[in-house]
């Protein structure tokens, strides 16, 4: 099919659906200026002081980074808080909040950067299922407690040297906080049960519509939940500029756009306006 009859086909399964899911990654926060990590030469470019040392993305967003390169590691995060508070949800976001005022829906979203709830997204519809990084908790697990700390800036930070200082510290034993993030190889994040609970309650009940955006294999969590709701007979729709995203899912209604660009597009199709 071509680009403006998958549109139009995806503008009807919209107008249809009472209940959406919207499967929101990486992709989705690219037209905020936020990174994806995934173009290693646009990490190194941004990081120099990792390539020195050979210190991927993954290897930094870890607890063994938090335990083994400290400053580093926190330098990590740091640079990426003080990125994301430099930027604004683009128009997708609101376009989506506005959609979730017109019909029941929720999203569950694999970004860490908190530009759904910054776009005014409601709190009980929404699961940041790789959890924030506008929330800590003690990278010692002294207690299952998380709290919000949305300062910026919240460390120190040489970006020459990319060493962050002064810590943020546990609210408990006052020891060094992490980010309250699920990251590699991590069997400490404590998760966000009222978030949690609010997506278990969601798909309770059956759901017309998926809209999968931004998704990356290399890390297919929403992919998966988007298969299976398509196996159970749910229509999804994949927004992402890379073809081979698809490769999952599979699905007829895949746009070739970026994710502020299909939403805007299907917002005017569907309800001829804007959020």
């Known amino acids: 099919m071509e680009k403006l009859e998958i549109l139009h086909k995806a503008s009807d399964l919209i107008k249809k659906s009472n209940r959406t899911l919207f499967l929101t990654s990486a992709g989705m926060s690219a037209d905020s200026n936020i990174p994806t990590f995934r173009d290693k030469d646009g990490y ?55 959609w979730l005022e017109a019909q029941d829906g929720f999203i569950h979203t694999t970004n860490t950067d908190g530009l759904h709830l910054r776009s005014g997204c409601p709190e009980d519809k929404i699961l940041e299922v790789h959890g924030s990084m506008w ?30 200082s002064n810590y943020p ?49 290399a890390v297919p969590t929403n992919d998966y939940i988007a298969l299976h709701l398509m196996e159970r007979g749910t229509p999804v729709i994949n927004v992402n500029l890379d073809p081979s995203s698809n490769r999952i899912v599979n699905t007829d209604y895949f746009l070739e756009m970026k994710g ?12 001829g306006g804007s959020a």
């Open 169 to 217: 510290v546990c609210r408990n034993c006052r020891g060094i906080a992490r980010p309250h993030i699920l990251m590699f190889g991590d069997g400490e994040y404590i998760g966000h049960p009222e978030q949690e609970g609010s997506f278990k309650r969601f798909v309770q009940e059956p759901i017309d519509l998926a809209i999968l955006v931004g998704s990356s294999g």
């Open 135 to 164: 929330r800590l908790q003690c990278l010692d697990t002294c207690s299952y407690q998380f709290w919000e700390d949305i300062s910026v800036p919240l460390c120190d930070l040489n970006t020459g040297s990319m060493k962050a």
């Open 260 to 271: 502020k660009e299909a939403f805007v597009e299907l917002d005017r199709i569907t309800f």
């Open 44 to 98: 190194w470019k941004n990081f120099p002081p990792f390539k020195e040392k050979n210190l991927e993305a993954q290897d930094l967003a870890s607890p063994w980074a938090f335990r083994n390169e400290l400053p580093h590691a926190w330098a990590f995060y740091e640079w990426r808080r003080r990125n994301a508070d430099e930027n604004q949800p683009h128009e997708g976001y609101k376009i989506i909040n506005k």
